[in-house]
C-alpha cells in the first residue's frame, strides 16, 4: 500500500529512487513522484499511472542531486491525478514530504492552517501535513516534523527533505512501516527492504512514533516526545534474485513454481520424524503452557484468512481444542471475549497488514498469549506478537498471494500436530503427518508437470464471466481461495461454496455459462461430493474436478480433471489449491489482465 524511498549520500539520488520505485511498485501504482534536492532548490515531477510513465516525465528533466525522496501512490484520499500524487510541497517549495497511512483529523488540521491564510491545491490529507510542518518550522526540520506529528490522529510513514536542509532526509512512523539502511557515505529509507536490497542490507526498523534524522554518514532516532533511543542494526539476509523475476513472465508464476522450494524452507529444521513431532522455538511456549491452551482464535484477511479456516479444521481435528476463525476487520471491533486460556494467531505474509495489527494488539491488551504466523522478517506483527512462526516463503513480491499461502497452511500443520502431540496424538500419528509433509515438495513439482493441461483448460473458459469454486471440508476453504484467486487477477467474478450449499442457493446460477471447479478429492465426503457434481451436470453446467490421482471413474462424470496426488487428508489443501492457482494465473493472462499489479489493488494493506 503505496511505496517510499528515500536517499541521502554523495552519489546522485534519482537513478536510486527510480529503482527503488520499481521494486516498491507492487505495492500501489496509480501515480508516482520524486523530489531531489539541486542547488537549493526542489525538482519535483509527478505522473499519473505506473512508473513507466514517471520515467517518461523525467525524460529530459534535470533533476540532479544527492538527496531526494519518492513514492508509488494507492489512492486514499482524492483520485489519482498528478496533483494528488506524491511528494507533497509547502507553499514555498521549501519542503517535500511523501507520505503512506491515513491522518484521519485531516479537515480539522486544514481549518486550522486555513486560518493563517494557507491554502491547498490538492484532495490529500498528505499537503495537509506538509504544510502543518512548514508551519512549525523555524530552523530544524526534525523539530518541525517532530511537533507537527504530536497534532496528527492517524497512521503515516512518511519521508521529508526541505532545500534549507540539504544533507538531512527525516523519516518518521505511526502504523505504516519504514525501514532505514545503512551505506557507505549514503544512507537510505524505505517502506520495504526490497527497494533498497540492492545497496545494502543492514537495517534498523522505526518503531511507532519514532522519528529518525537520516544524513549520509549518521543517523539519529528519536521518540515523538523527543527522548533520543538506541537501536539494534540487523541483517537482511535476502539476495537480490529473490525479489527479480529470473526469466518468468510474472513474478505470480515465478512465485507459484517455488512452491516446491518454499515448502521445504517452511518445514526445514522444525519436524521431528522420529519423535512424531514439530518443534517451533519461536513460539516461545513451553509444552505445560501448549497443555493448557483451551480455545484458539486465529485472525487474518484475505488469503492469509483462508489459511487460518484450514487451520481451524487442522487444530480441532488433531488437538481437539476449540478454533474460531474471525475476519481482524470484524474482530477488532466487535467485543470479544477472552480468558486465560485463549491463544490467538495472528496470520499475515506481509506482518504488516493494519487490521491484523489491530486486532492482534487488541487480543494483548487483554493479556492474551499471540503469536504471529507471519513471512516477512522484522515486520511489525513479528515483532510486536509474543513469539511466532515464520513462514520462510521468502519476498513474494505479485500482488495475489500464492506461495505465502500454502507456508502458512504448512506452519498451520505443524502447530496443529504440536498441540495434537501435547495431548491425543500418538507418535506414530504425528510420525505419519510429517512422513507426508516431507512429501509434498515432490508431489507439488509433479502437480507443477501438468501445467500444460491447466493452460488448455483456461482457454476453454478464459471467456466466461463467471465461475463457482466448490470444496468440502478442509477443501472448503481452497475453493475459496480459488475463487479469490480468480477474481483479483483476471476480474472474473467467482465465488466459492461449501459444495452441499450449492443446493441452498447458487445452483440458481447454473447454466453452460457458470463453469463450476470442483475439488473432489478421495475422502470421507467424496461420494457426497460426486453427488454435487450430478447436481451441476443435470443443469448443464461444466465441472472442472481437482481430483486424487487414481481416480479413474470421475473422468466420465466431469468435463476436464485435473489430478493431485495422494495425501494425509488434513495436508490436501497445499495439493489442491496450486492447480487453483494456475488456473486462475493462465485465465488472467489470456484476458490479457496485468497478473502482478491488478487493478485496484496492492500488496499489504496497511490502511483501514
Ligand atoms: C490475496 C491477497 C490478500 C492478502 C490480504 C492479507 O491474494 O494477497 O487477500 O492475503 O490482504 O495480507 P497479509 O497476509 O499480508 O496480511
Redesign the pocket.
Known sequence: MCGIIGHVGQRESLPILMAGLRRLEYRGYDSAGVAVLNAGQLGVVKAVGKIKSLERSLQGQEIAGSIGIAHTRWATHGEPSVTNAHPHLDSDNEIALVHNGVIENYRTLKEFLSRSGIKFVSDTDTEVLTKLVKYHYTDSLTDAVRIALGQVEGTYGIAVVSSKHPETLVAARKGSPLVIGLGDDENFVASDVSAMIEHTNRVLYLEDGEIAEITPNDYRIITIENIPTDKAVEEVNWTLDEIEKQGYDHFMLKEIYEQPSTIRAAIRGRINLEEGIARLNGLNLQYDELRRIKRVIIT?????WHSALIGEYMIEELARIPVEVEYASEFRYRSPVFDDHTLLLA????G??AD?LAAMREARKHGVTSLGIVNVVGSTIARESDGGVYTHAGPEIG???TK?FTSQVMVLSMIAILLGRMRNVSVQQGQELIGLMRQLPDQIEAILKTDDKIQEIAKAYHHHDNFLYLGRGINFPAALEGA??LK?ISYIHAEGYPAAEMKHGPIALIDEKMPVVVIALKDPVYDKVMSNIEQVKARNGNVIAIASEGDTEIADKVNHVIYVPRTHRLLTPILSVLPLQLLAYHIAVMRGCNVDQPRNLAK??TVE
Open positions: 487474518a484477511c484475505g488469503t492469509s496470520i499475515s505474509q506481509s504488516e497488514t491484523t500482488v495475489a498471494s505465502a479469490l484467486k483479483e499489504s494493506v
